[in-house]
């Protein structure tokens, strides 16, 4: 950056651009496109990025950029995990992901009768349901001995076979995407 302002500073849209690589002509086709980002703007339509919209900013590229979604994919993962999972995505903080996968993996527990609260009682007990394992974004923060074939099991369930099928399809769209570029 040519200029030494402090972290908290606003920015120019001409200074986003310049960090971030990226033209001012896709900052501004991405505002309208993703609500989250707001910079306010000033007499005469001067943007003023504040530092979480940079942050978020970061987020949406390397999910456009790197990781070759769609704007429709990336909409509906803010939809879906907040903006605070792009923020993370941006900065590369894989504890953040996994802290927020977690969250959204608990908060979709469903309430079973064991976990109804009883009578007069203001606690809620938590029964032995799990959740359904959430897929995770890339594989992230997946552990290594969770395989599609248990080391009993001598053919793939249906599930595993859709998760691979599907992992599959996103190769294959990722491949298309890199042949658009070369």
């Not at 003023?48 to 070759?68: C, F, S």
């Not at 994919?73 to 995505?89: I, M, P, S, T, W």
Request: hydrophobic residues 35%.
């Amino acid at each position: 950056m040519s200029l030494d302002k402090s972290p908290d500073a606003f920015r120019t849209i001409s200074e986003v651009a310049e960090d971030l690589d990226l033209p001012q002509h896709v900052l501004r086709f991405w505002e309208t496109r993703f609500t989250q980002i707001r910079p306010m703007k000033r007499g005469g339509g001067r943007r003023y990025y504040r530092p979480q919209d940079v942050e978020l900013i970061k987020g949406i590229k390397r999910m456009l950029y790197d990781q070759g979604y769609t704007i429709k994919g990336v909409q509906k993962l803010l939809r879906d995990n907040g903006n605070q999972f792009l923020v993370a995505v941006g900065n590369g903080d894989i504890a953040a992901i996994e802290a927020i996968a977690q969250r959204k993996q608990q908060a979709s527990v469903p309430l079973t009768p064991a976990a109804m609260p009883r009578g007069g009682d203001d606690e809620v007990l938590v029964g032995e349901a799990k959740a359904k394992p959430s897929r995770r974004f890339f594989g992230l923060g997946k552990p290594d001995d969770d395989g599609p074939v248990s080391p009993d099991a001598s053919r793939l369930s249906r599930d595993n076979r859709a998760l691979l099928q599907e992992a599959l399809f996103d190769l294959l769209e990722c491949k298309r995407l890199l042949d658009q570029v070369r």
